[in-house]
């Protein structure tokens, strides 16, 4: 899998998702200041599934029929916390991913298919 880490998201998450081996582009070292059209348009030419905690891309991703989407909705926005919730579901729930938004919070993760209401 590929990913494409949101500014909001930060760094770290892209860091870490390397470092667990896979391939993970940072917005905010390669595409700083990009629009959530641009960077849906690179997810999708790129076949990377978004990390995000921008609500606004759950609405972007039936539209444009990305590969995923991970959405964050965690009461702690800490850099460590997002960290590990991040390496928890690619460790527990990495086959749920692809073709779907998974909408993650500290005590839950809903599923629901990309295109579908």
């Known amino acids: 899998m590929k990913f494409l880490v949101d500014e909001c998201t930060g760094i770290w998450v892209s860091r870490k998702l390397t470092q ?44 444009n029929k990305l590969p995923g989407m991970i959405l964050l909705r965690l009461k702690d926005e800490s850099i460590e916390n997002k960290v590990k919730i991040v390496s928890f579901i690619l ?16 005590k839950r993760i809903r599923v629901r298919r990309i295109g579908k209401s």
């Open 91 to 106: 460790a527990s729930h990495s086959d749920a991913i692809v073709g779907n938004v998974m909408i993650v919070s500290e």
């Open 20 to 63: 667990m081996g896979f391939d993970s582009v940072s917005v905010i070292e390669y595409m700083k200041g990009a629009s959530d059209e641009e960077i849906v348009r690179k997810a999708v030419e790129e076949n990377r599934i978004i990390v995000t905690n921008d609500k606004y891309f759950g609405r972007l991703a039936g539209f």
